[in-house]
Every structure is written in structure tokens, then in C-alpha cells.
């Protein structure tokens, strides 16, 4: 058994973390958060120029060819660096369902682009309030025109295509993917405000914008939760790189502060709440590799080892980071302290892909679905 | 990022599977599978008997205390031998829990303080499970404060004589052997007046009463010492260095990895998805599926997480205090599950045989066992400083009795 990444992938680590270290500190971070730019442009193409943003591209699209484990160490650090560019809905989402259900010319057009930092790619699926149903569609398409409306579409306010989720008809397997260049006619777009401004959000308007298929007509609800697990576990690597940042955010905080005539990490109540981070984010992390295993072999079992890594790493992040606050005592709640970055980020990551309810049934769902076969 | 075996590992695994399929005990086979959690029962058997005979077995074979020397009764194995040994022996690894403290923890430490002469009379006994062995540590007035322990031990002559104290001894009545760590100097500080012995458990003076626990079993006993003679060449390590000799016995408490804890996970999974509720099964109710998530993560959580440890095992690495989260995990979880599975059934949960419900005597044997598991081998609080202070570098907590003598502690709150 080797239930490990290889030495070459713990390289990819080691400079993935370098460049980020260099080039994304909270100063970056926080450039983006007080609204300087939508998305930090220079780590963008610097990451471009390192091959990142198109690792799990292959060759013939301009990509590096890598696999998804790789993806996974990269998404790790990302994720641990709080890094405000548009890499999770171009990287994981938009460009794995070209590569997934794509049409050779949809690869050809767009995948050499995002691989080299030209293309921003996203993915609409939110309409309203609740987790998405594939019922609750209400975004149509007609003679290879769509209309409707999508919030909360993850870079959406920068990219330049969107993959689309909408039906064309009224039935129930109706859904389907679309490609629409938001740069083009029918598109109106405005950021929305989140948690977590570091990352545009914004809410889509098509009217009678030209779109065209991606995958099979009809297969759009099985080809959307596909690209959500699979994303699912890209995120979880975020969330477990952030949760182990902001845990040993906290343990250089309890070593630095003193009370009391001790350093605070020298009480028993500092000590078990560091030490139930550390549990926490180890089984994230224990469970993130199963994950990773499962993407990167396209295993059977990837739908739940998908919703598995994503409640284990929502929970994890969600609880490093507030507790990371409450080590910080009255200074975790200043702008100044680097707390906030951890806690919004963690707190949009547990939403964006769907919230941890939704997951938590899935998981549930698809165990039972496992034992009655 | 593979789950399969290295060729030699593999071939390993074939010679272990092969050995098990010709020599395993069938006939205490149902016996196993009907014991997922606690004591093992056997109905036709006497538990003892068959557990020394299949490690006897073992031993002729070579498969016992795998990674122990072969002088010794082992077989010079490596770290991942002995987990794949263990994946292979599953359900008749439950015939072993009667050697797991002789094997895991005074073993290894004879192995590294006893004389040669000893090693080699008393090694291979405990192997092959002629003889079983205790270890004598927790003490009335200390449990987790094990450097508290106030077992005397004075010289006398050649020998030293033992008065004091011993509790929660596991399987002290049935023990050939064991380790006792005493104090044999009340003037300096507690961590330095402490001596580890070996001793025989017929020895004259030695008084053995079982404790009825909460759960009504008897897992456990009281140990009386009244002048209790050991001879000198049976001490582990130097005079005062007792809490250094202990320190080897509990770091080998962590090797024994390669399964996780049980959690009762996989049970109550079973459970809800028959139990119907309302007309419906549990498992479709949105606020049961929360908390099974809830424990799914965490019993898959300790899985994978094991298996990072074999393969940190496989390529050579020693395991560390990491692996102090899967008790700490398991025995919170396993309390909190029993407590939900009475939940659903609703009055009826109280009963121990419950209509439709099989499992209600198991869930209520967690019920009352897990608040031992919070417990025994280092509570939740010591397992929580464990990990904040060796894995998370933490500084150790302020001690008040470190440098006084140990009788000038103050050993009464009011």
C-alpha cells in the first residue's frame, strides 16, 4: 500500500508553496478584499507561467499533461494561500467538464487559452435560495439561444465563457450543458457581495445569448453533479490546506502570547482546542487523499468519496478557522489580524459547491445505495 | 497513490493467507463474527485455553510476535509484516486480546532492560502464550498523574520488598508475569525516585481481587503488594530511572496500529437503514443522515488515516504520537452513536432486547463500555496533550509538584 502522494508530486508541493509564499501573502490577499481589483492578475499569470493553471491539460490542448493527483497537490496550496484568482471555476470546474463532455472544437477553442492564462472559465448553476434540484432549473435554451438568470456564478463577473446549466423543454431530463461566451451579445453581468469578497461572485443575465451544447442533450443534471463531485474533491484539498494554515496560524499565536506570566499555549483549554483542530483536520486530510485516489483512478467509488472529503474538509476548515479566532482572543476580531481571511474563506467554501446539508445527504444517499447493491 | 502490495509484501501475504486457511480454528469461527465488540465468548470453549492454543500454534509456525527476534520467539519481521499479518488473521486476531499488553508493551520493554539470561527464558513463553504477562502501572491516588505512584520498593539484602497498591490491572488473574513500576525514593522529585521490576504474579504476598466495573464485567483488578520480595537482578533499568523505563513501555503502546478502532459505525449504519420510523427508514430522515455524515467522516476518517500510517510504516517510518487521534476519535464516537441508536428507537431504546432490533443488547454494551474507552491507555484530556504537546510543539503545562520531593506533595484537595 502506498497511500501517499510520490516524491515527484511532494516537488510539485514544495514549488507550488515556494511560488505562492513569494507571490500570495495576505498582502496580496488582502488587495483583492479591499476591492483594489476583482482577481489578483500578476499571481494569475504567474501561475499561468508555471504551468499550473493548465497541469491536468492535456498535451495536445496546451496543458501539462499531468493527472489529477497532481491537481490535487496544486488545489492543497491554492487553498493554503487563500490565493484570490479564479483558479477552482476555471481549473476545476470549467475546464473538467470541456475535457469531460466537451466537443473537440469546444478543447481546441478553449483549453490551450485557459492553459495559458487567456481564458477565465466559470460555471452557472445557482438561480435562488436552496441546493440545486434537477427540477429547479428554470434557465432555457431555445434554437440555440438561452435565457434566464444564474447568481452566485463563481468568477463570473471575470470569466470569459460559462458553462451553463438549462433546459431545453419542460420535461423532467431536460437539463442540459451549455457553452456561452459571456463576452458576447445577450450577456449582462454584476458582482454580487459574499463572505468572502477575496473571490468574485457575480450574477449572470442571459437574454437570448448564444449557446451551445456541451455533452449530450439531456445529460445535463448527471454531467453537473459529475463535475460537482469531482470539484468537490479539488475543494476539499483547498479546504484542508487552508485548515492546516490556520491551525498552525493559531499554534504561532499560542507560542507568541503571554498571560497570565505564560505563554497561553501552556494552558490545558488553548491546548485542546489546537489539539481538536489537529484531529479534524487529520481526518480531512486522511479522507481528502481517498479522494484524490478515487478522481485520479475514476473509480467506482468517487461520488462517495467525493461527498466523504467534502463534509470531512467543510468541517474541517470551518472548524480550524473559527477556532484559529478564538485563540487570537480580541485581536482575532480586528481587520489587521489575517483571522478574517480564514473564516470567510472557509465559510464561502462550504457553500459555493453546495452546502454541507446537501452533502451530508449525499454521502448518506449514495453509502446506502453502496450496501443494498 | 495505490493500495497495493510491494511484490514482497505480496508474497507475504500469500504465505500468511495460506498458513490461516490451513490452520485456523473454524470451529470458534460464528463464536468470533457473533463478538464485534467487547469480550469474546465462546460457546463450547474455554476462551483461555483455545486463545493459548491457536498463539502456540502460531509460535511452532513462526507467525507469533512477528516482529520480535527470532531468539526471542519472533519472527524478525518488519513493521508492515506484522500489519499485513494482522489483516490477513482478521477474526482470529480476536483470540490474541489476552496477549496484546504481554506482546505490545512488556515484551519490547524487557527486550530493552531485562539481562540476556532473562530474554531468553522468559521471551519465548510470553511468544507463544504459555505465559501470560500484566503490567502493573495505575495506581489508586495515580492514574493519569502515573509519576504520582506511591508502591514502595526497599532494599533488602539482594532483593527488594514491595508494599503498596495496583489498580486497573487488566487480566492480572490470569498472569504468569509482569512489570511493576514502584517508588524506591519519597525524598527526590516524583519523575526520579521511580524503579521498574519484573516479577512472578504467584509470588507470596501478592493479593489479586477482580473489580466489578459499571458495566458489570470484570475486565480489570486490584492489586495488594505485602511484602512482596523481588530479587535485585530482576529490575528494568537503573534505580531511579523507572519513568524513563516506563516512557519505552508506552511508546510501544503506539506501534500496535494497522487497524483502526472500532467506532460502531458500520452497525448503526446496518441498523438504520432496517429500522423503519414513521413508516419509513431512519436512514431517510434528513436530520439522521446529518449525524451519520457526521460519523461516517470520522469512522472512514480513521481509516484512511491508518492507512497513511502503514504506508508511512511500508517505507520504513517509525509511527509517532500522531496516531494517539484514533482512541481519542473512536471512544467519543462509539459513546455518541450508542446514545443516537437508543434515540431512534424511542422508549424502547432503554430495553436491552428490543422487537426488530437485534443490536439493542450491542449498542447498550457500547453504551456502557465506552466509558471505559474514553479512559483506559490515556483519557481524552492526556490524548488532547499528547498531541498539543509532542505533535503540535506546545509547551508542557506548568507543573507545581516538579521539583519538590515527592513526599512533600500535598495529596489531599480539602
Known amino acids: 500500500m502506498n497511500f501517499d502522494f510520490s516524491d515527484e508530486q511532494k516537488q510539485l508541493r514544495d514549488e507550488a508553496r515556494r511560488f505562492l509564499d513569494e507571490n500570495c501573502t495576505t498582502k496580496e490577499v488582502r488587495a483583492i478584499l479591499e476591492g483594489k481589483d476583482v482577481y489578483d492578475r500578476k499571481l494569475w499569470k504567474g501561475l499561468a507561467d508555471l504551468g499550473l493553471l493548465g497541469i491536468a491539460i492535456p498535451e495536445e490542448f496546451g496543458g501539462a499533461g499531468a493527472g489529477r493527483l497532481e491537481l490535487c497537490i496544486v488545489a492543497e496550496e491554492i487553498g493554503r494561500a487563500l490565493a484570490p484568482v479564479p483558479y477552482s471555476s476555471t481549473v476545476y470546474l470549467a475546464s473538467e467538464i470541456l475535457l469531460r463532455a466537451g466537443t473537440d472544437a469546444q478543447k481546441k477553442e478553449w483549453l490551450p487559452k485557459i492553459a495559458k492564462g487567456e481564458a477565465i472559465g466559470a460555471l452557472a448553476f445557482v438561480e435562488g435560495p436552496g441546493n440545486p434540484t434537477p427540477g429547479g432549473m428554470k434557465a432555457s435554451v431555445s434554437g440555440g439561444k438561452l435565457s434566464g438568470r444564474k447568481t452566485l456564478v463563481a468568477d463570473g463577473g471575470v470569466a470569459d465563457f460559462a458553462i451553463v446549466a438549462a433546459r431545453a423543454g419542460s420535461g423532467e431530463n431536460t437539463l442540459s450543458l451549455y457553452l456561452v461566451d459571456l463576452k458576447g451579445a445577450g450577456v449582462t453581468r454584476a458582482n454580487v457581495e459574499t463572505v468572502d469578497p477575496t473571490r468574485n461572485h457575480a450574477e449572470i443575465t442571459f437574454a437570448n445569448a448564444p449557446a451551445a451544447l456541451v455533452g449530450n442533450e439531456g445529460e445535463g443534471w448527471t454531467l453537473l453533479t459529475q463535475a460537482l463531485d469531482r470539484a468537490a474533491v479539488l475543494v476539499a484539498f483547498e479546504q484542508i490546506g487552508g485548515a492546516d494554515r490556520a491551525l498552525y496560524m493559531a499554534r504561532d499565536y499560542a507560542l ?36 484524490a485516489w478515487a478522481l485520479s483512478t475514476d473509480a467506482g467509488e468517487l461520488a462517495e468519496a467525493a461527498a466523504n472529503a467534502r463534509v470531512s474538509a467543510t468541517q474541517a476548515f470551518q472548524l480550524c478557522a473559527k477556532q484559529n479566532n478564538q485563540v487570537h482572543g480580541g485581536m482575532g476580531f480586528t481587520w489587521e489580524a489575517d483571522c478574517h481571511l480564514f473564516y470567510r474563506r472557509s465559510n464561502l467554501l462550504a457553500l459555493t459547491l453546495g452546502s454541507l446539508s446537501w452533502w451530508e445527504d449525499a454521502l448518506i444517499e449514495r453509502m446506502r445505495k453502496r450496501n443494498a447493491a | 497513490m495505490n493500495f497495493d502490495d510491494t511484490p514482497a509484501e505480496a508474497a507475504f501475504r500469500a504465505e500468511a493467507r495460506a498458513w490461516i486457511s490451513a490452520n485456523a480454528p473454524r470451529q470458534y469461527e460464528d463464536d468470533l463474527r457473533a463478538s464485534p465488540f467487547g469480550r469474546v465468548v465462546l460457546k463450547n470453549a474455554d476462551i483461555i485455553a483455545a486463545s493459548k492454543d491457536w498463539q502456540r500454534k502460531k509460535a511452532d509456525a513462526g507467525w507469533a510476535c512477528l516482529h520480535w527476534p527470532k531468539e526471542y520467539g519472533g519472527r524478525g519481521a518488519t513493521p508492515i509484516e506484522r500489519v499485513i499479518w494482522s489483516q490477513e488473521e482478521g477474526l482470529y486476531g480476536k483470540l490474541s486480546s489476552l496477549f496484546i499488553i504481554g506482546h505490545g508493551m512488556c515484551g519490547p520493554t524487557m527486550m530493552a532492560y531485562a539481562s540476556e539470561a532473562h530474554k531468553k527464558t522468559r521471551l519465548p513463553p510470553l511468544a507463544s502464550g504459555q505465559e501470560i504477562w500484566c503490567q502493573l502501572f495505575s495506581e489508586p491516588a495515580s492514574g493519569s498523574d502515573l509519576a504520582g505512584l506511591r508502591t514502595r520498593a526497599e532494599k533488602s539484602g539482594d532483593d527488594w520488598i514491595v508494599n503498596g497498591q495496583k489498580v486497573w ?50 475486565e480489570f483488578n486490584e492489586v495488594y503488594f505485602n511484602d512482596v520480595r523481588i530479587p535485585d537482578h530482576q529490575r528494568l533499568g537503573k534505580v531511579g530511572d523507572g519513568w524513563n523505563v516506563s516512557l519505552t513501555t508506552l511508546m510501544n503502546e503506539r506501534l500496535s496500529i494497522g487497524a483502526s478502532m472500532p467506532t460502531g459505525f458500520p452497525e448503526l449504519f446496518d441498523l438504520f437503514a432496517r429500522l423503519t420510523i414513521d413508516g419509513r427508514p431512519a436512514i431517510e430522515r434528513s436530520d439522521v443522515r446529518a449525524k451519520l455524515a457526521n460519523w461516517a467522516i470520522r469512522a472512514n476518517g480513521l481509516k484512511y488515516t491508518s492507512y497513511r500510517s502503514i504506508s508511512a510504516l511500508s517505507r520504513g517510518e517509525m509511527p509517532g504520537p500522531e496516531n494517539s487521534i484514533g482512541k481519542l476519535v473512536a471512544g467519543a464516537t462509539m459513546q455518541d452513536i450508542a446514545t443516537f441508536a437508543a434515540d431512534m428507537q424511542g422508549p424502547t431504546g432503554a430495553m436491552k432486547k428490543s422487537e426488530g432490533v437485534d443490536e439493542a443488547g450491542l449498542f447498550q454494551a457500547m453504551l456502557m463500555r465506552s466509558i471505559a474507552t474514553r479512559i483506559e491507555g490515556g483519557t481524552d484530556e492526556i490524548l488532547r496533550n499528547i498531541i498539543a504537546e509532542r505533535v503540535l510543539a506546545l509547551p508542557a503545562d506548568v507543573r507545581v509538584d516538579k521539583d519538590v520531593p515527592f513526599n512533600r506533595i500535598p495529596t489531599r484537595g480539602r
Do not use: C, E
Open chain 1, 256 to 291: 507568541d502570547r503571554m498571560a497570565f506570566g505564560r505563554q497561553i499555549g501552556s494552558f490545558q483549554a488553548i491546548k485542546h482546542i489546537l489539539a481538536d483542530m489537529y484531529v479534524s483536520a487529520t481526518l480531512a486530510r486522511s479522507n481528502a487523499y481517498y479522494g
Open chain 2, 169 to 218: 490491572t487488566s487480566g492480572a488473574h490470569h498472569s504468569d508475569w509482569a512489570i511493576l513500576i514502584t517508588r524506591t525514593d519519597p525524598d527526590v522529585p516524583k519523575h526520579k525516585g521511580l524503579t521498574m521490576f519484573f516479577l512472578n504474579m504467584k509470588s507470596p504476598g501478592i493479593d489479586i481481587r477482580p473489580i466489578k466495573q459499571s458495566n458489570g464485567q470484570a
